[in-house]
């Protein structure tokens, strides 16, 4: 992915929502973003832009760290609804990062809390055990935290012995398993994305700032 804040991928996504939003094929106040590998890794960047955090409800990247050089040139200080699903064993986005580029993925959730003023955390969730630990080779743990006073929620689905794959209950060769790692089976990531997604839509404030967005956008086209 390139580096650098401006990405004429940003630029794109803009048009496309106003399109459809015009077009009144979709609800404004319901516009949703998730992607995988380097396709959430963008996710971030939209959060991080003024306008596209405006346009889009509610961000769930899969598989993902923010790059440092996004969050130092944030361009608001607008809460940004984020859930990310990322696995402990993940050898492409890893867990910990790098020291170049990416952050961690513990840092990129505990910026994103700081980003939203975060004053409600429960790390003490967990999936119920349907399988005995014995017999599984991932588990997974759901970290929700939230700003009480606008409902903003940032919330995170840690993988433990997790890959660079999305949850889901479909078959996985041994040559995908060897290059991705372990794929989490119990959980779909789709339907808890969709879960996630349902609690939040664009308030009076969100939409306040997609007009005043949507103009700027106007006006430098």
Known sequence: MPRGF???DCH???RLIDSLVDSKAVDAARVYATGYSNGADILHLFACSLSLSSKIAAF???CSNLDRSWASAVEHKQPVAMMMISGTADKLNKWDGDLDRWMSVADTFEYWQA??????VDT???FPDSVPAAR???SAQLI???NTQNGFEVSLLKIHGGGH???AQRAESWYSRLILGPMHREHIASVEIWKFFERHHHNQYQAQHYRQAKVQTAKAG
């Open 6 to 8: 401006y990405n004429k």
């Open 12 to 14: 794109f996504i803009e």
């Open 60 to 62: 769930a990247p899969v």
């Open 115 to 120: 980003h939203n003023g975060i004053n409600s």
């Open 124 to 126: 003490r969730l967990h």
């Open 136 to 138: 599984k080779a991932t």
């Open 144 to 146: 929700q935290s939230a």
């Open 165 to 167: 794959t999305w949850p």
